[in-house]
C-alpha cells in the first residue's frame, strides 16, 4: 500500500511510532530550530553592536526579535527535553514503549508542522511584536500583515502537539512502571517531566484560549482584544496566567536532568532528593499564582501588585532548596569533572545568577524602574539559556552514547563548555547594566552610552555561537567514528544504562522488577550484573519479537499535514474588501484540510495497532483505573480550563462594561430553557445507551446512540435558528459589540464540542452495527458518555451566564 | 437523578422571570449555585465519579479546587483597583 | 548625584538588594568551587561507599534539618526584601498621590497655592509613535515635557491607541500607556537639566524612536514660559 512508495530507511523514520526514534526525531528537529533561532539572535545583536545602525530596518527586526523568542520558547527548549523524555523515560521507568504510541508520533509531526507554519510565516511578514504578543497593537487594526495569522495557526498546532504530549506522558509515567519501580524509587528526571507535564496541561489551555480570542478577533472582526473593556490587560490576563507557568516548563526538565547527572559524576547519591521532588511540585504550583508580576506597571493596584510580589519571591524558596541540595551532593563526593558534570555544575552557577536577578523583579517598586529593559532580558537568559540550555546540552553528552554506542570527544567537548560558559557570560552580563536600555529597539544613540556594554555583548554573542559549532561537530563526527561506548560508560545506576548502546528495538528483553531491597531483578530472577538485560543475540523472551516494521503507522504525519493544511487555509485569506475588518479564509486548503482529516481519523481508527500493556505494573495511585479512561479525564482537565479561561474573558469584558443588555433583551431565555432541557436529556440517553451496551441489547444501545445524535443536532438547531433570528434582526452580528462578541465565541467554541460529540455517535453507532460494544467493550461508549456529559456541564454553567443574568 | 437535573433548571428559568424582584447579587449566586449543584450531579452521577476509585475523584476534585483559587485570583485584580 | 524622588527610591532599594545578593552568590559559588576542588577525583582515589550502582536504588540520602535551615535563612532574608520593598512602593504610589506643586507660583495658581491644595494633573498621552504632554490650559507639547524643578509632578498617563510604556530613564519610574485606562505617577525633580522620556513597550515599527525629552527648568523660566502659552 502506501509503504511501497518510500524506501524503508525514509518511511522507517516517517511512520515510526518507536518511543526512540521519535525521541531522536524531536531532538534533531529541535537543534535544528535551535540553529535557526540562534542565527536570527546573532542578526540581531549585530544590528545592535553599534549605535545607528542599519543593518536590519525596524520591521525586520521586529520580525527577527519575536521569532526568535517563539521558536526558542516553543520549538526549542521544550522539543528538547521532551527528545529526551521519549527516548529516556520508558527506559527509566521500565516501560516498552509509552501509553499511547501513535498519539506520540502524531505529537511529532504536529510540532513539525507547526514549525514549517512559522517559519513560513516570513513570507507574509513574520508576527513583530515580540513573543508576547501584547494587545491591542496585535488587532487587524493594527497589524493587518496575515504573517500574524500564519504565526497564531502554528502556536494552535504546537499546543495541540503538547495537550496530546501530556495526556501520553501522564498515563505512561502513572501506569506503566515496571514492578517495584514505585514513583519513590522513580529518578529526577521523570518526576521533574511529570510536574512539567501537570503545568503543561494546566497552563496551554489558556494559551490556545488566548490565541484562539485573537485570531477571532482578527478574522471575523470580534472585540476581545481591540475594545477598552477587553484589550491590553484582558490578553496581558490571559497570556501571562499560561506565560508564567510555560517558562517553568521550559526549565524543569533541565533540572530533572541535571539533578540526575550529577550524582553520576559526583560519585554518591543525590542529597535530599525528596525535598527536591516537593520542591519542584511546591514550584510548579505556586507558578500559577505569580503572573501578575509581568502586569506591575499596568495600573492593577497595590492589593494585586503586593500579593504577586509576595508570591513571586516566595517561589524562589523551592528553588533554594534544590540548588542547595544540588550542590551538598558534592560533599565528599569524588567530583568526576566529564563534558556532562561541567555542563550540569555551570548551569547551576549560572541559574544563580538569574534566579538571584529575577528576585529583584519579583519587588514591584524595583520593578517599575526595571520593567521593559536589558535588566530583564539578562535575568530570563541566564535561566533559559544558562539554566535550561546548558542542562540540555549536559543531557546530550550525557546520553549521547546510550543513542549512538559511541563515545564523543572529550577534549573538544570541554573546549565547547569553556568557551561556551565564558562568551555566555561576555554576552548577558553587560546586559544587566544596560538596565536603562529599552528592550526591543532596533537601534540607539550614541549619546545614550549604551554602545560599549552593546558591542560587547555583541562580541559574546559571536563566541557563544560559535562556540556550538565545536558541539555539533563533536557529535556528528563521533557519531561515525567515535569509540565504541559500552552499555554503561559513566557507571551510572538509572535503568537505562543497563540495556546496550544503541537501545535495541525492543528496549528490555524483559522488563525489569525492582525487589523490596532496591535491586533490580532481570527475568531469570537473578540481579544484575549477574542476570543480564540484554541477551547476546536477538532473540526475544517473552515472545515479544519486535522489529522495526512493527508499530509503524503513516496516520500521525498524514493527520499532522491535514491539520496544517486546515489551519494554514484559515490564517493566509486576505482581507475582506472593500473596507477591511477582517480576513476571508482560503477554503481550497480549509477544504483539503478537512477531507485528509477526516480520511486519516478514520485511517486510524480502522488500523490494527495494539499499544503494549504488560500485565504487572506498578500504578499507584490509579491502580484501578484504566489506561484510556485516565486520559480521558487528564484530557477533560484541560478543557476545563480552556473554558474557564473563555468564560473568565466573558466576565473580565462584562465586568469593565458600564452597560450590558438587561436579562432577556438580548437572548430568550426560553430558547436557552428548552436547550438546556434538550442537552440534560441527550446526557440521559448516552446513559442509557451505555447501560444497554453492559447488558448487551444492542437495540438498545443503538437506539440510546441515535437519541444522542437526534437531541444533540435539536440543540443545533434550536441555536442555529437563535443565531439566525438575532442575526437578521438587529444588527446583531458577531462584529457588533461586546455582548454579541462573547456570546457567540464561547457558545459557539460549546456548539463545535456538540458537533464532536456527534460525529463520535456516528462512528459508535457505525460500530454498533457491525457487532461491537456489547457485553464485556462497552469501554468506548462510557469515554463518549464522559466527554458528552462534560460538554453537558459546560452548557449548564453557560445557560445562566449568558441567558439569566 | 433527570429529574432533579430538570426541576433545577425550572427552578432557574423561572428565576429569571423574576429577576426583578431579587437583589442582583443574590440573584447571581443563586443561579451559579445551582448551575454548581447541577455540574456536580452530573459528574458524580452520570459520569459516574460517585463509583469510581478514589484516586480518580480526588485528581478531579483537586484540580477543580485550583481552578476556583485562580479564579478568586482574578476576580481580585477586577475589583482591588 | 540625585536627580529625582523616584531615583533615590530606587537606587537605596537596589543597593539593599544588590548588597545581599553579592553576599549569597560569593557564598553559593565559593561553595560550589571549594567542593568541586576538594573532592574532586584523582588516580588515587576510590569511589566512595554509597556509589549509586546499576543494580540496586540508591540510598537516600540527607538530612530535613539541612533544608529547613536553608529555608528558614532564606525566608529571613526574603522578608527583608519584601518589607523594604512595601516600603519604597508605598512611597511610590501612595493611595492618593500626593500635592502636585508644580503650578505654584503662576498668578492663576495662586489661591490653589494659599489652600495647600494640589495642582492639577499633567496628562501625558502615548500615540505610535510620540508623546504628547498636556497642560491644564490645554496647551500641548509633542515629545517635549517642561516641568519646574524641586515641584512635585503628578502626571496621568494613558494611550490613543496601543499599549506603550512611558518611562522616565534617568528618575527610573515607569508606567504602562494603555488605551482607555489611566495610570497615575508622580516625582520631584532636583536638578535642571534635560533628561530621556522613552516607550518601553513594543507597541510597533516605530517604537525605538518614541523619545521625548524632560526638560527641568528653573522654577521662574518655567513660570514665565507658562503664562506665555495659549
Not at chain 1, 498515563?171 to 511529570?194: D, E, Q, S
Not at chain 1, 532548596?321 to 550542590?327: G, R
Amino acid at each position: 500500500m502506501s509503504q511501497d512508495i518510500f524506501p524503508p530507511r525514509v518511511r522507517r523514520w516517517l511512520f515510526t511510532t518507536n518511543h526512540k526514534e521519535v525521541g531522536i526525531l524531536y531532538l534533531v528537529t529541535a537543534l535544528f530550530f535551535f540553529i535557526a533561532a540562534g542565527l536570527l539572535a546573532l542578526t540581531v545583536r549585530t544590528q545592535l553592536s553599534v549605535p545607528d545602525n542599519n543593518v536590519l530596518n525596524a520591521d525586520l527586526y521586529n520580525q527577527f526579535v519575536t521569532v526568535h523568542g517563539l521558536l526558542m520558547i516553543f520549538w526549542v527548549l521544550s522539543p528538547f527535553a521532551f527528545g529526551f523524555a521519549n527516548y529516556i523515560i520508558p527506559l527509566q521507568i521500565g516501560a516498552r514503549d509509552l501509553a499511547f504510541p501513535r498519539l506520540n508520533a502524531m505529537s511529532y509531526w504536529f510540532y513539525l508542522f507547526s514549525g514549517v507554519a512559522i517559519i513560513m510565516s516570513f513570507i507574509f511578514g513574520a508576527p513583530d511584536l515580540g513573543w508576547t504578543l501584547y494587545s491591542p497593537q496585535t488587532s487587524f487594526q493594527f497589524t493587518p500583515a496575515i504573517g500574524l495569522n500564519v504565526g497564531a495557526a502554528a502556536l494552535i498546532l504546537i499546543t495541540v502537539s503538547i495537550t496530546m504530549s501530556s495526556v501520553n506522558f501522564l498515563v505512561t509515567v502513572f501506569k506503566m512502571r515496571a514492578p517495584g519501580m514505585k514513583l519513590r524509587n522513580m529518578p529526577v528526571f521523570p518526576w521533574a517531566i511529570l510536574v512539567t507535564i501537570f503545568m503543561m496541561l494546566y497552563a496551554f489551555p489558556s494559551f490556545l484560549a488566548a490565541v484562539l480570542l485573537l485570531y477571532v478577533d482578527r478574522a471575523f472582526g470580534t472585540f476581545y482584544f481591540s475594545s477598552i473593556q477587553g484589550g491590553a490587560l484582558l490578553w496581558d490576563n490571559v497570556f501571562w496566567f499560561f506565560g508564567h507557568p510555560e517558562v517553568y516548563i521550559v526549565l524543569f526538565p533541565a533540572i530533572g536532568l541535571i539533578a540526575d547527572v550529577i550524582p553520576t559524576f559526583a560519585r554518591r547519591p543525590l542529597y535530599g532528593s525528596k525535598y527536591i521532588i516537593g520542591s519542584m511540585i511546591a514550584a510548579a504550583i505556586i507558578s500559577f499564582i505569580v503572573w501578575g508580576h509581568h502586569m506591575f506597571v499596568t495600573g492593577i493596584g497595590l492589593t494585586s501588585t503586593k500579593l504577586y510580589t509576595v508570591t513571586t519571591i516566595a517561589v524562589s524558596l523551592p528553588f533554594d532548596v534544590m540548588v542547595i541540595a544540588m550542590i551538598e551532593t558534592l560533599i565528599k563526593a569524588r567530583v568526576k569533572l566529564k563534558a556532562a558534570a561541567l555542563f550540569a555544575l555551570g548551569a547551576i552557577a549560572l541559574f544563580v545568577i538569574g534566579g538571584i536577578t529575577g528576585v529583584y523583579l519579583a519587588s514591584v517598586a524595583l520593578d517599575h524602574a526595571l520593567r521593559g529593559t536589558y535588566f530583564v532580558v539578562a535575568h530570563f537568559h541566564y535561566i533559559m539559556v544558562g539554566g535550561s540550555i546548558m542542562g540540555l546540552i549536559a543531557g546530550l553528552y550525557y546520553w549521547f552514547p546510550k543513542f549512538t554506542g559511541r563515545m564523543y570527544n572529550e577534549t573538544v567537548a570541554k573546549i565547547h563548555f569553556g568557551v561556551s560558559f565564558i562568551g555566555f557570560n561576555i554576552l548577558y552580563f553587560p546586559m544587566f547594566l544596560l538596565l536603562d536600555m529599552p528592550r526591543r529597539i532596533q537601534t540607539y544613540t550614541a549619546d545614550t552610552g549604551w554602545g560599549p556594554l552593546n558591542s560587547l555583548a555583541t562580541l559574546g554573542g559571536f563566541i557563544f555561537g560559535g562556540a556550538q559549532v565545536l558541539l555539533f561537530l563533536n557529535l556528528v563526527v563521533s557519531q561515525r567514528r567515535g569509540p565504541p561506548s559500552g552499555p554503561n560508560p559513566w557507571d551510572a545506576w538509572t535503568l537505562e544504562w543497563s540495556l546496550p548502546s544503541p537501545v535495541p528495538a525492543h528496549d528490555f528483553d524483559t522488563i525489569p522488577t525492582i525487589a523490596e531491597d532496591g535491586t533490580y531483578r532481570f527475568g531469570n530472577g537473578s540481579s544484575y550484573p549477574n542476570g543480564s538485560a540484554h541477551s547476546g543475540d536477538s532473540k526475544v523472551g517473552n515472545g515479544l519479537a519486535y522489529s522495526h516494521l512493527e508499530g509503524m503507522s503513516p496516520w500521525p504525519i498524514v493527520m499532522a499535514f491535514a491539520a496544517f493544511l486546515f489551519f494554514l487555509g484559515l490564517s493566509i485569506g486576505q482581507p475582506s474588501s472593500p473596507t477591511p475588518v477582517s480576513y476571508k479564509p482560503f477554503w481550497p486548503l480549509i477544504a483539503d484540510g478537512a477531507i485528509l482529516g477526516v480520511i486519516s481519523l478514520y485511517g486510524y481508527s480502522r488500523e490494527r495497532f495494539s499499544g503494549h500493556e504488560e500485565s504487572h505494573v506498578e500504578s499507584w495511585p490509579f491502580r484501578e483505573v484504566p489506561n484510556v479512561k485516565l486520559g480521558i479525564w487528564t484530557f477533560l482537565g484541560a478543557e476545563v480550563i480552556f473554558f474557564g479561561v473563555l468564560i473568565g474573558a466573558y466576565f473580565f469584558v462584562r465586568t469593565n462594561s458600564a452597560t450590558w443588555p438587561a436579562v432577556g433583551e438580548l437572548f430568550s431565555i426560553r430558547n436557552g430553557f428548552a436547550m438546556t432541557l434538550v442537552l440534560l436529556t441527550s446526557s440521559l440517553t448516552a446513559i442509557m445507551a451505555l447501560a444497554s451496551a453492559k447488558i448487551g441489547s444492542r437495540n438498545g444501545l443503538i437506539a440510546g446512540l441515535l437519541a444522542t445524535f437526534g437531541l444533540g443536532a435539536s440543540f443545533l438547531y434550536i441555536k442555529a435558528t437563535e443565531w439566525i433570528e438575532l442575526g437578521t434582526h438587529g444588527v446583531f452580528s458577531v462584529a457588533s459589540g461586546l455582548p454579541a462578541t462573547s456570546y457567540f465565541i464561547t457558545t459557539g467554541t460549546h456548539g463545535v464540542h456538540v458537533v464532536a460529540g456527534m460525529c463520535m455517535t456516528v462512528y459508535l453507532l457505525a460500530n454498533t452495527v457491525r457487532g461491537r460494544y456489547i457485553k464485556g467493550d462497552y469501554h468506548a461508549i462510557e469515554h463518549f458518555g464522559l466527554y458528552w456529559h462534560f460538554v453537558d456541564i459546560v452548557w449548564v454553567f453557560l445557560f445562566p451566564l449568558f441567558y439569566l443574568i | 437523578m433527570f429529574a432533579i437535573l430538570v426541576g433545577g433548571t425550572d427552578i432557574e428559568f423561572n428565576l429569571a422571570t423574576l429577576q426583578a424582584t431579587i437583589p442582583y447579587n443574590y440573584y447571581v449566586s443563586i443561579l451559579l449555585g445551582l448551575a454548581g449543584m447541577k455540574a456536580i450531579l452530573i459528574a458524580m452521577f452520570y459520569q459516574h465519579l460517585k463509583y469510581e476509585p478514589r484516586s480518580l475523584s480526588s485528581w478531579v476534585i483537586i484540580g477543580l479546587v485550583i481552578a476556583s483559587l485562580l479564579m478568586s485570583l482574578s476576580f481580585l485584580q477586577l475589583h482591588g483597583h | 548625584m540625585a536627580v529625582s524622588n523616584t531615583q533615590v527610591i530606587f537606587d537605596n532599594l537596589y543597593g539593599i538588594f544588590t548588597y545581599l545578593a553579592v553576599i549569597v552568590g560569593v557564598i553559593v559559588f565559593a561553595l560550589m568551587a571549594y567542593l568541586i576542588i576538594r573532592y574532586r577525583a584523582t588516580k588515587s582515589s576510590s569511589d566512595p561507599e554509597d556509589t549509586p550502582r546499576l543494580g540496586r536504588i540508591p540510598t537516600s540520602r540527607g538530612h530535613g534539618r539541612n533544608v529547613l535551615i536553608t529555608v528558614t535563612l532564606s525566608t529571613f532574608l526574603l522578608a527583608v526584601l519584601i518589607i523594604t520593598s512595601f516600603a519604597a512602593v508605598d512611597t511610590l504610589f501612595p493611595n492618593s498621590p500626593p500635592n502636585a506643586t508644580w503650578c505654584y507660583g503662576i498668578a492663576t495658581y495662586n489661591q490653589t497655592q494659599v489652600a495647600g491644595q494640589s495642582c492639577p494633573r499633567l496628562d501625558v498621552t502615548g500615540h505610535q509613535f510620540y508623546w504628547v504632554f498636556r497642560y491644564p490650559n490645554n496647551h500641548a507639547d509633542t515629545n517635549i515635557f517642561r516641568v519646574p524643578v524641586n515641584t512635585t509632578v503628578v502626571l496621568d498617563v494613558t494611550s490613543a491607541d496601543v499599549f506603550h510604556d512611558f518611562g522616565i530613564i534617568q528618575f527610573k519610574i515607569k508606567t504602562d500607556a494603555i488605551q482607555g485606562r489611566t495610570n497615575t505617577i508622580w516625582f520631584v525633580p532636583y536638578q535642571i537639566e534635560n533628561y530621556t522620556i522613552q516607550c518601553f513597550e513594543l507597541c510597533g515599527s516605530g517604537h525605538a524612536g518614541m523619545i521625548a525629552r524632560l526638560q527641568v527648568m528653573r522654577a521662574s523660566d518655567f513660570q514665565s514660559w507658562y503664562s506665555g502659552t495659549k
